[in-house]
């Protein structure tokens, strides 16, 4: 499978080769956007779980986030929220890796113009990463993104966790029972497996991490490659796959 291409949920069972807050700390932050901000619908509810676990060291971890803020950044980001019904999208940012270490860095943020991108991007890229350790356990990241994603502050047409990580579950429960929770609530999981430390992560990833209705994973070869993954992957899942022509040009 070549680097970047899209892999659906259908296309992974056909191949082969998806919060309890509990203990987890949250940074407090109040909601990023106005008040009115808060009662606009929007077309998308997007969770992103960034891997902050034992093997994501710290030249790494920056390129991954500095990757999300580039993508946000870029055109094809930008233009993909304004192609929505409603122009405007909700996106949260935390940081996992065991269990029970989930910390919320970026709380939910209407972005709905380019200064609402801008000033999101320039966040996420500034944010302090909070997590150094503590094994691995995607089941734990769907828990809080599945918390997040019901506290939601906004009225979304979709719901959806968005994972990166480079490892298997290896702490806390299989990810089975998350994910299931997740989809019977309606969430759509999908991945972005680095294939840095196993390179066979991808299929982990299709069986047993993404999930639901048009689920899809883009895998990225290293963490050098991790910004063009996670824009593509962006553009793709704000536009509900409806736009591929977003790329030409």
Not at 204 to 216: D, M, S, V
Request: aromatic share 8%.
């Amino acid at each position: 499978m070549p680097w970047g291409e899209i892999t659906s949920a259908a296309n992974c069972r056909r191949n082969r080769r998806s919060l309890l807050i509990g203990g987890a700390s949250l940074i407090a932050l109040p909601f990023l956007s106005p008040a009115w901000a808060q009662r606009r619908p929007v077309d998308l509810a997007l969770a992103l779980a960034a891997d902050c676990s034992g093997s994501v060291h710290v030249q790494h971890y920056i390129l991954q986030q500095r990757g999300y803020a580039e993508a946000f950044r870029s055109k094809e980001v930008r233009q993909a929220i304004r192609a929505g019904i409603h122009g405007a999208i909700a996106v949260a940012y935390y940081q996992w890796s065991g269990y029970r270490l989930q910390n919320l860095i970026l709380p939910w943020t209407v972005l709905a113009n380019d200064d609402d991108i801008m000033r999101f991007a320039t966040q996420m890229e500034n944010a302090e990463r909070t997590i150094f350790g503590g094994g691995t356990s995607p089941s734990g990241a769907i828990e809080f993104g599945h918390k997040l994603l019901s506290d939601l502050p906004v009225q979304a047409s979709r719901r959806v966790i968005d994972i990166s990580g480079d490892g298997r579950n290896n702490t806390g429960p299989p990810p089975a029972e998350a994910r299931k929770a997740a989809l019977d609530a309606g969430i759509v999981i999908n991945g972005l497996p680095i294939l840095h430390m196993e390179q066979d992560i991808d299929g982990y990833y299709e069986k047993f991490i993404i999930g639901g209705p048009g689920a899809f994973m883009v895998p990225a070869r290293d963490y050098e490659s991790f910004a063009a993954a996670v824009r593509r992957k962006l553009v793709l899942e704000i536009a509900d796959h409806k736009d591929p022509a977003i790329f030409e040009g």
